[in-house]
């Protein structure tokens, strides 16, 4: 196997953390999700890989590239692979991706999963001039996407969960519920009732958003979903096209393959 691979990619969110070993061909052979937990040492980070790995069967990782919303994790993951598994670890930014566009008033504010996700939806962009990704986790972000790996922009709107826990807070009589759709949207119980708000009243919020941003567009764009949400939601909105449950992973891989061919001057 090429010294660089396997390849670990880790996706570092609020909520969770998504992790995946990809080989040669880029193909993602293992996949886990954990919960992000900010109180880990570099230690602790190196225990939890190593026992992945060897639960799994998985070899490890011989490069590595992470992508963090929480900086000091990120920083405690890229020590933890340097120093138990002699790895130095690629850390997305903005700035260390010189052929992505970055169309915002201050482009170097851009969040790493973001530039994740535009690598991860170039493959739709076969067909379509624009691509919109939804990404559903802590906040629900729609990243707006053009050929040529330009970014231009997105919607940051409150995740569904975290809405669902700001109503539980404020309603001490309204029961924890799982965030499920319910089978009809009048409800005749408060459990079907609050699924039937949280969950379709979330797919319409974000049908609606996909409208208007795609009235905005000069060309048709595609609408990918992804994020831990996306599940739950899959189906029931009607102007998303694919469902991609790895595409952010997916994207941090393509991300690393694609910086190192402007390395070696491919």
Known sequence: MPASFPLLAVDIGNTSTVLGLADESLSLTHTWRIRTNRDLLPDDLALQLHGLFTLAGAPM????VLSSVAPPLGANYAFALRRHFRVDAFEVAAENLPDVT????????IGADRLCNLFGAERYLDAYEYAVVVDFGTSTNFDVIARGRRFLGGILATGAQVSADALFARAAKLPRITLEAPARAIGQNTVHALQSGLVFGYAEMVDGLLRRVRAELPAPAVAIATGGFARTIEGICREIDFYDETLTLRGLVELWASREAVGKGL
Request: hydrophobic letters at 35%; glycine letters at 8%; zero cysteines.
């Open 102 to 109: 970055v169309e915002l008033d201050q482009p170097g504010s």
């Open 61 to 64: 990782p011989r490069a590595a």
